[in-house]
């Protein structure tokens, strides 16, 4: 998704920032068993779609994929991937779409490479192992922009010179609203967040409105990889219990939440966690890495909820989780909310009841 696709012969050509029916030249830069990846040279017949990408550094960067089209036409190339993505589950109604406000100016959070040496900061280009440079990188809200901006005015000037390369982590406070900085420490050392403030608070807008009406004060709601339970936070039942494996010191103080420590990944994890929460739960709400949830089942035995809500930055590893569940759930309206515009990144969202 979002590279163009060529073929010669046997050979099937991945090359990025193209559009369909588009001609022109490329260069391979990797191969691997009969398929090859390639940097595009020149456009020679361009697709009526094309348009000049906003963003200065948009050709070399490998971080933005869809600034040579329309934002509406980058919707439907999204909407098109999870339609494909999809196929396997039956799901109850239209897919729909859920754009951001705006296409720059979203990111609250970026991480960026230093090479003292090469005396370069930016983001890394996986494919070529180098650090591709980007002082005006429009994805960062602008308080994060500026900030990124005086790093390159003022090289190295607080860098860790102990360490000649690593990673500065750029985010933006949720409480205080600042600009905060880290060198070499874990993404999201200070607790996980969506990059996106925005299309957050739209999804917590969808899923309650779905769950809402079936639950009370009393209901249980169990969040998995929740973290700071950003996704149940909205909920007014007294009976919710967040699950993750993180630092207690990152766990929020409120009187909804209940938070418990524990690898979900880890073998029995459901049935320890049956026992804490009390049995059978009204809501299960999931929100895992992008390696999914392949034990989704051993839970839904256990713990069977009535109400599924399932949100995913990656929708094949979704599927695959809930094809295994199919037979007991019925799923309904999957949403595609565009927390990564101009990426070909995306949230997908789908919710599911007991049969």
């Given at each position: 998704m979002g590279q163009g696709v060529s073929k010669i012969g046997d050979k099937i050509i991945f090359i990025p920032k193209t559009l369909p029916g588009e001609e022109g030249l490329c260069e391979v830069l990797q191969s691997k068993k009969g398929v090859e990846f390639a940097k595009l040279s020149s456009i020679e017949l361009p697709s009526p779609d094309r348009v000049r990408a906003e963003c200065p550094h948009?050709?070399?960067?490998?971080?933005?994929?869809?600034?040579?089209?329309?934002?509406?036409?980058?919707?439907?190339?999204?909407?098109?991937?999870?339609?494909?993505?999809?196929?396997p589950i039956t799901i109850q109604g239209e897919i729909e779409v859920i754009p951001a406000d705006t296409?720059?100016?979203?990111?609250?959070?970026?991480?960026?490479?230093?090479?003292?040496?090469?005396?370069?900061?930016?983001?890394?280009?996986?494919k070529n192992k180098r650090i591709n440079e980007v002082?005006?990188?429009?994805?960062?809200?602008?308080?994060?922009q500026e900030k990124v901006k005086s790093l390159y005015q003022n090289k190295f000037k607080g860098f860790p010179q102990k360490r000649e390369t690593g990673h500065i982590e750029i985010y933006v406070n949720s409480k205080t609203n600042r600009v905060e900085t880290a060198f070499n420490k874990a993404y999201a050392h200070a607790g996980f967040t969506q990059v996106n403030f925005e299309m957050n608070e739209k999804a917590l807008s969808l899923i309650h409105s779905y769950v809402a009406p079936k639950i009370n004060k009393t209901s249980l709601v169990i969040d998995l990889f929740g973290g700071k339970g950003n996704l149940s936070r909205a909920f007014?039942?007294?009976?919710?219990?967040?699950?993750?494996k993180y630092h207690p010191k990152y766990i929020p103080k409120n009187d909804i939440q209940k938070f418990i420590n524990l690898d979900i990944f880890k073998k029995k994890s459901h049935k320890n966690l049956a026992k804490q929460v009390g049995g059978e739960c009204d809501v299960l709400l999931i929100d895992p890495p992008r390696s999914g949830f392949k034990n989704i089942k051993l839970f839904t035995d256990v713990l069977k909820p009535k109400?599924?809500?399932?949100?995913?930055?990656?929708?094949?590893?979704?599927?695959?989780?809930?094809?295994?569940?199919?037979?007991?759930?019925?799923?309904?309206?999957?949403?595609?909310?565009?927390?990564?515009?101009?990426?070909?990144?995306?949230?997908?969202?789908?919710?599911?009841?007991?049969?």
């Open positions: 948009f050709e070399d960067c490998p971080s933005c994929h869809y600034l040579h089209t329309s934002y509406a036409n980058e919707l439907l190339h999204k909407k098109n991937a999870i339609q494909k993505e999809l196929r296409r720059f100016d979203y990111r609250n959070r970026i991480q960026l490479h230093y090479d003292l040496n090469e005396e370069k900061i930016g983001y890394i280009d996986v002082p005006h990188c429009l994805l960062p809200q602008k308080i994060i007014s039942t007294s009976n919710t219990y967040v699950v993750d109400v599924i809500v399932y949100m995913s930055c990656k929708t094949s590893t979704m599927v695959r989780d809930l094809l295994s569940i199919d037979n007991e759930y019925h799923f309904h309206k999957a949403h595609l909310l565009d927390f990564f515009p101009a990426t070909y990144h995306y949230e997908s969202l789908i919710f599911a009841n007991f049969k």
